[in-house]
């Protein structure tokens, strides 16, 4: 199991990687179907319950029954890849300024729970190593985001981190950014790949990609499906899973439920599983 202990005084560094290298050759993750239950993903750990991106997060999203798990990454000055949302340190930590500014040892000195509760004064921002420890073996599913990088070489480094721990069979990548989408598949050739789509008028190009990537689910703001329910009945004639974001009212639920959506993202882990746990499969 891949271990993410930081040096004292410096960053961690994993290995050199090498893009072209090879996969795990694990098998791609298992896809639901619309006679299966919907997977609910909880949305950056449980972030109703605990403060977001965190490892609390992710163990309180465990402890409520979600077997998937969506956060977010970003990577530190030295190339460490962490979990965080925002470029900006100042929302949900005491620090002040770009996080790709700091090192692993300097975002780990940060308050990151104050912000939600100071139930959870003291939490750290966790490496995706160390999410990837906490959470092995006690999941399905991982959806880890990628929101900013450095180089190209740090997109390498997170698909090797998650490749050394054994979990490419459980893990979908997602992206806005299609080029990252693209590098990811080159170093994970057996991973699932996710093509969010935030605006209709990405739809298209997110489809054509999506189908020509083969092994990739789109994932819609939650919006455009309900707006716009021919998005979903396209993705799934073209043999596409489709997962949806952010969606907590189970109403909202049932309606993308009937469309064909099969994954959904959810602030409110306990509500979308009672929700689910009340459906038959038809």
Known sequence: MFRATPTPGACMFEPPVDPAGAADGASSPR????????????????????PEN????????????ARALE???????????????????????NGVGPLRRRTLQQLQALDAGSWFSEAFAGERIPSLGEALDAVAGRVDALYPEVKGYRELEDLDRMARI?????LTAHTTFIAMDYAVLDRIRGRLPNGEIGYIVEKPERFDEALERAVAAGRA????????????????????DAGLDVAVWTVDDPGDATRLWDLGVTRFTTNEVERLLAWAG???PS
């Open 162 to 166: 998650v490749e050394d721990a054994g």
């Open 217 to 236: 689910i789109l994932d819609l703001d939650a919006r455009i499906a309900l707006a716009r329910p021919e998005t979903v009945r396209r993705a799934r």
């Open 54 to 65: 965190t490892i609390a997060a992710l163990e309180a999203a465990i402890e409520a029954g």
């Open 278 to 280: 009340e459906l038959r």
């Open 71 to 93: 956060f977010d990454l970003h990577t530190a000055a030295c190339g460490t890849p962490v979990l965080f949302h925002d470029p900006h340190l100042g929302r949900t930590t």
């Open 31 to 50: 896809r639901p179907d619309t006679d299966d239950a919907p997977q609910i993903i909880a949305h950056r750990g449980y972030s109703a319950r605990a």
